[in-house]
């Protein structure tokens, strides 16, 4: 017997994305995507030092196997749930959806979804985020937009992260810019370092817009 | 790793669809993946190779079809198709727009429904998950 199904690949992980959306109602979810070492970790822990105060921020950490960036984040006193994937190169929307019932909605503005440091997967499976932010470190050299441009494509905001170390590399960011704005004209980027703290005001600042835009969407809507 | 998560994604909707149908053995699947999704057909059919062993896919055959990149340009208007991921009009070098090539779907498989099995019509929610065409 044929059976014809024409259907998407990724049908059943898009139907669990819906859900997870509704589910994080007010709050705002962010996926945060990057090549491993790329500083995810290092950001978040600078974000939830800087905003901690200003908003309730849960964090959801994807793993393949350890707890350790969970116990990182757990640190700095907010919420945090680990996912391990277990061998798994992505979180995908039923993970996070297990996660969300270990964590109260209630009382967070920002709930921070770290992905599994990886430029390829997480692109393709959607989590019901409200948005993706890519990060991209100067270390790992500039020509990553270009070979892996789906996470870029899907991306908000991009952190060019280890900005400190722009004096020792070849990295020529007025290219990288331009290369990242071509694959997608919409998107924000943001010159950092995690390290210093240079360049993460603006972060700062496009989050609390971000969280300003979503609570009266949510409020109206 | 990436083929990996999306064949593997692929045979979880088609097992759903053929349980539904009382198929108890798949012999041969068909995708559609467009060139723009990155995803390598050596890699999808390691992939399936890979995981098919003590399943219902073990032995089955998968079909890729790929399709092109197909870009549209808004300066110059031409349409052309692309090999490789690009953004750009090869006629004039302009940001074109990707109309072709984002493609990633299930077209259809073919399986042995269970022995003995009367029709019992398309009764139950899960039987709308997938349209049976033709006998087997």
């Known amino acids: 017997m044929k059976v014809v199904l024409a259907q998407k690949l990724l049908r059943a992980n898009q139907q669990v994305a819906r859900e997870n959306r509704e589910r994080f109602g007010r709050v705002l979810a962010v996926n945060l995507v990057s090549s491993p070492g790329a500083g995810k970790t290092a950001i978040l822990e600078r974000t939830i030092a800087a905003l901690k105060g200003e908003f309730g921020i849960g964090v959801i950490e994807g793993d393949i196997y350890t707890t350790r960036d969970a116990e990182r984040i757990a640190g700095h006193g907010v919420d945090v749930v680990q996912v391990n994937t277990t061998g798994a190169c992505h979180l995908d929307a039923s993970m996070v959806a297990r996660a969300l019932d270990e964590i109260d909605l209630r009382g967070l503005d920002i709930l921070f979804i770290e992905n599994v440091g990886n430029l390829v997967c997480p692109a393709e499976f959607d989590l019901g985020e409200d948005c993706k932010v890519a990060v991209l470190s100067v270390a790992e050299g500039g020509d990553k937009p270009v070979k892996y441009p789906l996470v870029f494509q899907e991306a908000r905001v991009v952190l060019v992260n280890k900005s400190d170390l722009l004096p020792y590399t070849d990295f020529d960011l007025p290219a990288v810019e331009r290369e990242i704005l071509a694959i997608n004209p919409e998107i924000e980027i943001f010159t950092v370092s995690a390290r210093t703290g240079a360049g993460l005001e603006a972060w700062y600042a496009w989050l609390r817009s971000a969280v300003a835009r979503k609570q009266s969407a949510s409020a109206t809507g | ?136």
């Open chain 2, 1 to 136: 790793m990436h083929e990996l998560g999306l064949i593997q994604a692929a045979m979880e909707e088609i097992e759903r669809a053929a349980r539904a149908n009382h198929i108890a053995r798949v012999v041969k699947i068909r995708l559609v993946v467009g060139k723009f999704t990155a995803a390598l057909p050596d890699a999808l059919q390691f992939a399936f190779q890979a995981l098919s062993p003590g399943t219902i896919f073990e032995g089955a055959t998968l079909e890729i079809e790929e399709v092109n990149i197909r870009l549209r340009c808004p300066s110059c208007g031409r349409e052309t198709t692309a090999e490789d991921i690009t953004y750009w009009c090869p006629a004039c070098g302009a940001r074109a727009e990707v109309v072709g090539g984002k493609e990633l779907y299930i077209d259809y498989f073919e399986g042995d429904e269970e022995e003995g099995l009367e029709d019992e019509g398309s009764a139950g929610p899960e039987a709308a998950a997938g349209q049976p065409a033709g006998g087997a």
